[in-house]
């Protein structure tokens, strides 16, 4: 990399703005890529987080742009601390799913119901009813890693 900024300031060209565009893409995709990971080992961790019963205080689906959100909140007692808490889980916390998608997991948890409640036993707060991460998870972030990437690389073609 070092040899080419060089070989651009030796250059007689001029400078083209695609080349600050390409940078930020490839720091979008390093950042998407991190991000992506720490998101996939929280999401692992909660396999071996402690457990305690809860209670389904409410349950539905939010429409967003044509897909719909599974929303379940539920509370738990932890240390004879009353908990509230809306994560089924972080593989689909703020994502959009079809209808039927949503509705099938919004029925596993109806109203009322007694479940069984994954909480971080370092801040009991943060706690989810579907532990553990699929490696699809993890990988939906290379695949946008890679789009941030070719758009990068497709800038810098184009810069020169």
Do not use: C
Not at 5 to 21: A, C, V
Not at 141 to 146: K, N, S, T, W
Request: charged content about 15%.
């Amino acid at each position: 990399m070092g040899s080419l900024s060089l070989s651009l300031l030796i250059s007689n060209k001029p400078f083209s703005p695609l080349w600050i565009f390409a940078f930020i893409g490839f720091l979008a995709a390093v950042g998407i890529v991190f991000w992506g990971i720490r998101k996939w080992k929280l999401a692992d961790a909660t396999k071996n987080w402690p457990v305690t019963e809860g209670k389904v205080i409410s349950s539905g689906l939010n429409w967003q742009g044509g897909n719909f959100i599974p929303e379940v909140t539920y509370e738990y007692v932890v240390d004879g601390v009353a908990h509230k808490g809306e994560t089924i889980s972080f593989q689909l916390e703020g994502h959009a799913l079809p209808k039927r998608s949503a509705g099938e997991i919004v029925s596993r948890y109806p109203e009322g119901k007694t479940v069984l409640v994954h909480f971080d036993p370092r801040n009991p707060q943060l706690a989810v009813l579907e532990a553990g991460a699929s490696k699809l998870y993890l990988a939906r972030y290379f695949v946008f890693a890679m789009i941030f990437l070719l758009i990068a690389f497709t800038l810098s073609l184009l810069a020169d």
